[in-house]
């Protein structure tokens, strides 16, 4: 077996020993009231971190510099309300976005 065929088979245990886990450790016993509230806040504050990251260097000198992002931004948030499809807003948030930039700005 190759060098690189180790590497992803190691790779490939690990990720499902990581994923099975959680189910191995809960599955007999009722789930910790720390773990409940971190599957409830985590989604949000990622997402909420993500955003900051993505908008952190949008510099608002004249409007052609942050029109773009508040627009795709915009985009991506009705999406995901009116269908609640994640894949949709991202997506559509990221073409509109491109688009934007491309061809209007």
Do not use: D, K
């Not at 992803?8 to 499902?16: D, P």
């Amino acid at each position: 077996m190759s060098h690189a065929a180790q590497i992803i088979l190691v790779c490939g245990l690990v990720t499902a020993f990581l994923r099975f886990l959680p189910f191995a450790a809960f599955s007999r016993r009722e789930t910790p009231p720390v773990v409940a509230y971190l599957s409830r806040v985590l989604p949000a504050a990622t997402m909420a971190m993500l955003v900051v990251y993505c908008l952190r260097q949008v510099s608002f000198a004249s409007p052609v510099t942050w029109l773009p992002e508040l627009i795709a931004s915009a985009v991506t948030v009705l999406s995901y309300v009116w269908r609640r499809s994640t894949i949709l807003s991202i997506v559509g948030g990221t073409v509109c976005y491109m688009l934007l930039v491309q061809l209007v700005f």
